[in-house]
């Protein structure tokens, strides 16, 4: 995060106060503090979260790898690539933001984080992807430039090449 804002980025761990969270979304409330630890140790997702006041969650977001099927890309994009089956992909799996820390740009810059966290991975990825849950949070992401597939209006992913040239 920038200097200057109120949020600290860390990776998620025990003594982060997790029960409090409440976003707008009781999926995401109930992932996080029922399920998160369970992935994170299992190694099938990682956890991000931004801290306010020490270790109060101001919102979090999950990262997991992933692929994309090469014949599911737009032609202009899958016609650079290698002919496999799926290029590889970085997976954002939740992004969410507490109720008390909305209107505040911190949906945006988790998702920087994410973006610049996977680009700079020293394992391979074509591209970060989102399963967008409605129509307001897909909005959100072709806001940041996302792309949608062609036949999944809710799926949309963003090529990593793009976020190293930035």
Do not use: W
Not at 65 to 89: E, G, H, I, N, Q
């Amino acid at each position: 995060m920038s200097a200057g804002t109120p949020f600290l980025l860390a990776p998620l761990d025990a003594e982060h106060a997790r029960t409090a969270f409440r976003s707008s979304s009781e999926l995401l409330n109930r992932y996080l503090r029922e399920q998160v630890t369970q992935d994170v140790r299992r190694r099938v997702a990682a956890c991000f979260v931004a801290l306010a006041d020490g270790q109060r969650i101001a919102g979090y977001y999950t990262l997991a790898s992933a692929s994309l099927l090469l014949a599911d890309l737009p032609a202009s994009m899958s016609k650079k690539l290698p002919r496999y089956p799926t290029v590889p992909a970085v997976r954002m799996g939740r992004l969410a933001v507490d109720q008390a820390s909305q209107g505040q740009g911190l949906g945006g810059a988790l998702l920087a984080d994410a973006l610049d966290r996977a680009a700079r991975a020293e394992i391979a990825a074509f591209a970060l992807m989102v399963d967008a849950k409605d129509e307001r949070a897909a909005a959100f992401y072709r806001h940041h430039g996302f792309i949608a597939l062609p036949d999944s209006p809710f799926t949309l992913f963003l090529p990593l090449a793009t976020v190293r040239r930035s």
